[in-house]
Protein backbone atom coordinates (compact mmCIF):
# COMPACT_ATOMS: atom_id res chain seq x y z
CA UNK A 1 0.00 0.00 0.00
CA UNK A 2 1.10 3.36 -0.57
CA UNK A 3 1.47 5.97 1.95
CA UNK A 4 -0.94 9.13 1.69
CA UNK A 5 0.84 12.20 -0.16
CA UNK A 6 2.06 14.95 2.33
CA UNK A 7 -0.90 17.26 0.99
CA UNK A 8 -3.27 14.13 1.95
CA UNK A 9 -1.66 14.00 5.50
CA UNK A 10 -2.08 17.59 6.12
CA UNK A 11 -5.62 17.09 4.65
CA UNK A 12 -6.48 14.72 6.96
CA UNK A 13 -4.68 16.36 9.77
CA UNK A 14 -7.07 19.27 9.24
CA UNK A 15 -10.32 17.32 9.23
CA UNK A 16 -9.33 15.49 12.53
CA UNK A 17 -8.48 19.25 13.91
CA UNK A 18 -11.65 20.36 12.18
CA UNK A 19 -13.70 18.07 14.49
CA UNK A 20 -12.04 18.64 17.43
CA UNK A 21 -12.94 22.78 17.15
CA UNK A 22 -16.52 21.64 16.75
CA UNK A 23 -16.64 20.33 19.23
CA UNK A 24 -15.69 22.51 21.39
CA UNK A 25 -17.72 24.83 19.89
CA UNK A 26 -20.77 23.15 20.47
CA UNK A 27 -19.62 22.82 24.13
CA UNK A 28 -19.08 26.33 24.44
CA UNK A 29 -22.69 26.61 22.66
CA UNK A 30 -24.51 24.52 24.79
CA UNK A 31 -22.67 26.64 28.49
CA UNK A 32 -24.08 29.45 26.77
CA UNK A 33 -27.49 28.04 26.76
CA UNK A 34 -27.01 27.20 30.03
CA UNK A 35 -25.79 30.18 31.62
CA UNK A 36 -26.54 33.08 29.40
CA UNK A 37 -30.40 33.92 29.33
CA UNK A 38 -29.30 37.38 27.86
CA UNK A 39 -26.19 39.23 25.88
CA UNK A 40 -25.53 41.10 28.98
CA UNK A 41 -24.36 38.05 31.27
CA UNK A 42 -21.32 37.66 32.51
CA UNK A 43 -20.33 34.41 30.56
CA UNK A 44 -21.71 35.61 27.27
CA UNK A 45 -18.93 37.69 25.89
CA UNK A 46 -16.33 35.00 26.49
CA UNK A 47 -18.61 31.89 25.76
CA UNK A 48 -19.46 33.41 22.17
CA UNK A 49 -15.32 34.74 21.94
CA UNK A 50 -14.96 30.89 22.29
CA UNK A 51 -17.34 29.58 19.63
CA UNK A 52 -16.48 31.83 16.95
CA UNK A 53 -12.62 31.35 18.06
CA UNK A 54 -13.17 27.50 17.80
CA UNK A 55 -15.07 27.46 14.93
CA UNK A 56 -12.57 29.38 12.77
CA UNK A 57 -10.01 27.69 13.49
CA UNK A 58 -9.68 24.95 10.95
CA UNK A 59 -10.42 27.84 8.27
CA UNK A 60 -7.73 30.28 8.82
CA UNK A 61 -4.39 29.79 7.34
CA UNK A 62 -1.77 27.37 9.11
CA UNK A 63 1.72 27.43 7.94
CA UNK A 64 2.32 24.23 7.55
CA UNK A 65 -1.14 22.33 7.29
CA UNK A 66 -3.22 25.29 5.38
CA UNK A 67 -6.69 25.27 5.90
CA UNK A 68 -10.13 24.30 4.61
CA UNK A 69 -11.23 25.87 2.07
CA UNK A 70 -14.70 27.68 1.61
CA UNK A 71 -16.09 25.18 -0.61
CA UNK A 72 -16.23 22.51 2.30
CA UNK A 73 -18.78 24.54 3.47
CA UNK A 74 -22.43 23.36 2.18
CA UNK A 75 -24.65 26.28 0.25
CA UNK A 76 -27.15 26.18 2.72
CA UNK A 77 -25.02 26.75 5.62
CA UNK A 78 -22.96 29.72 3.60
CA UNK A 79 -24.71 32.46 5.55
CA UNK A 80 -24.19 30.74 9.02
CA UNK A 81 -20.28 30.02 8.09
CA UNK A 82 -20.06 33.93 7.01
CA UNK A 83 -21.35 34.85 10.12
CA UNK A 84 -19.36 32.85 12.48
CA UNK A 85 -16.32 33.86 10.81
CA UNK A 86 -17.08 37.28 9.83
CA UNK A 87 -18.38 37.62 13.57
CA UNK A 88 -14.51 36.42 14.63
CA UNK A 89 -12.42 38.92 12.51
CA UNK A 90 -14.83 41.88 12.79
CA UNK A 91 -16.17 42.14 15.70
CA UNK A 92 -14.03 39.78 18.83
CA UNK A 93 -10.42 39.18 17.36
CA UNK A 94 -9.23 41.56 15.36
CA UNK A 95 -10.10 44.45 12.26
CA UNK A 96 -8.90 47.54 11.22
CA UNK A 97 -10.45 50.73 12.66
CA UNK A 98 -13.78 51.98 10.58
CA UNK A 99 -14.10 48.74 8.88
CA UNK A 100 -18.28 48.10 8.06
CA UNK A 101 -17.94 44.85 6.42
CA UNK A 102 -19.36 42.94 9.45
CA UNK A 103 -22.11 44.41 10.31
CA UNK A 104 -22.69 47.72 8.44
CA UNK A 105 -21.18 50.12 10.35
CA UNK A 106 -17.35 50.58 11.91
CA UNK A 107 -17.70 47.72 15.10
CA UNK A 108 -14.02 49.27 16.62
CA UNK A 109 -15.08 52.77 17.47
CA UNK A 110 -13.37 53.64 20.49
CA UNK A 111 -16.06 55.66 22.39
CA UNK A 112 -15.01 58.29 25.34
CA UNK A 113 -17.54 58.73 27.59
CA UNK A 114 -17.76 61.20 30.25
CA UNK A 115 -20.45 61.12 33.01
CA UNK A 116 -20.26 63.66 35.59
CA UNK A 117 -16.58 62.90 37.05
CA UNK A 118 -16.63 59.84 35.52
CA UNK A 119 -14.52 59.16 32.45
CA UNK A 120 -14.15 56.02 30.47
CA UNK A 121 -12.69 55.19 27.14
CA UNK A 122 -14.57 51.82 25.51
CA UNK A 123 -15.03 50.27 21.99
CA UNK A 124 -18.46 49.37 20.86
CA UNK A 125 -19.39 45.38 21.01
CA UNK A 126 -21.36 44.20 19.13
CA UNK A 127 -23.39 41.20 20.76
CA UNK A 128 -25.31 38.81 19.05
CA UNK A 129 -28.23 37.01 21.25
CA UNK A 130 -27.83 33.83 23.35
CA UNK A 131 -30.29 31.74 20.88
CA UNK A 132 -28.27 32.76 17.97
CA UNK A 133 -25.86 30.22 19.21
CA UNK A 134 -28.74 27.20 19.21
CA UNK A 135 -28.54 27.81 15.27
CA UNK A 136 -24.25 27.86 15.20
CA UNK A 137 -24.36 24.58 17.49
CA UNK A 138 -26.99 22.88 15.12
CA UNK A 139 -23.94 23.94 12.46
CA UNK A 140 -21.23 22.41 14.31
CA UNK A 141 -22.89 19.25 14.36
CA UNK A 142 -23.46 19.75 10.60
CA UNK A 143 -20.38 20.53 9.70
CA UNK A 144 -18.82 17.36 12.16
CA UNK A 145 -21.08 15.03 9.80
CA UNK A 146 -19.21 16.53 6.42
CA UNK A 147 -16.07 16.05 7.95
CA UNK A 148 -16.09 12.86 9.19
CA UNK A 149 -17.48 11.54 5.52
CA UNK A 150 -14.07 13.07 4.28
CA UNK A 151 -12.56 10.73 6.70
CA UNK A 152 -14.31 8.01 6.17
CA UNK A 153 -12.79 7.75 2.59
CA UNK A 154 -9.59 8.50 3.75
CA UNK A 155 -9.23 5.88 6.25
CA UNK A 156 -10.82 3.42 4.19
CA UNK A 157 -8.34 4.23 1.32
CA UNK A 158 -5.48 3.95 3.53
CA UNK A 159 -6.82 1.54 6.21
CA UNK A 160 -3.81 -0.64 6.47
CA UNK A 161 -1.55 2.55 7.90
CA UNK A 162 -3.93 2.64 10.54
CA UNK A 163 -3.21 1.93 14.16
CA UNK A 164 -4.86 -0.98 15.64
CA UNK A 165 -3.37 -1.25 19.24
CA UNK A 166 -4.27 0.43 22.69
CA UNK A 167 -1.81 3.67 22.96
CA UNK A 168 -2.05 7.33 22.07
CA UNK A 169 -0.86 7.73 18.57
CA UNK A 170 0.41 11.14 16.90
CA UNK A 171 -0.45 11.83 13.25
CA UNK A 172 2.76 12.44 11.49
CA UNK A 173 2.98 15.65 8.80
CA UNK A 174 6.69 14.19 8.09
CA UNK A 175 6.44 12.93 4.53
CA UNK A 176 7.53 9.25 4.54
CA UNK A 177 7.26 8.78 7.96
CA UNK A 178 4.74 6.20 9.07
CA UNK A 179 1.71 7.92 9.05
CA UNK A 180 0.65 7.39 12.61
CA UNK A 181 3.76 7.49 15.13
CA UNK A 182 2.89 4.86 18.71
CA UNK A 183 3.94 6.09 22.35
CA UNK A 184 2.57 9.44 22.17
CA UNK A 185 3.68 11.85 25.44
CA UNK A 186 0.74 13.71 25.98
CA UNK A 187 1.23 17.20 27.76
CA UNK A 188 -0.90 17.66 30.65
CA UNK A 189 0.42 20.93 31.90
CA UNK A 190 2.04 23.38 29.63
CA UNK A 191 4.93 25.79 31.24
CA UNK A 192 4.63 28.48 28.57
CA UNK A 193 8.37 29.85 28.74
CA UNK A 194 7.22 33.38 28.47
CA UNK A 195 10.52 34.86 30.88
Known amino acids: MEDPTIDERRRFWLLCYAITSMEKAIRSCDLIAEHCTD ?3 PLFQPLSLAVHT ?4 PFVRSNVVGSLPPSIIPDAAKGIHSWLRHF ?4 MAHIDAGDSKTAGRP ?5 YTIAGKHRQFSTLEA ?3 PSAYADARAH ?3 MIAVFQDEMANFMERFHELLPHGDD ?3 L ?3 DGSPLFIAGYDRLLVSDLHYK
Request: glycine share 8%; proline share 0%.
Open 168 to 170: EYL
Open 140 to 142: CES
Open 127 to 129: RAR
Open 172 to 174: SLA
Open 107 to 111: MNDVI
Open 88 to 91: RDGV
Open 54 to 57: YYGR
Open 39 to 41: NSA
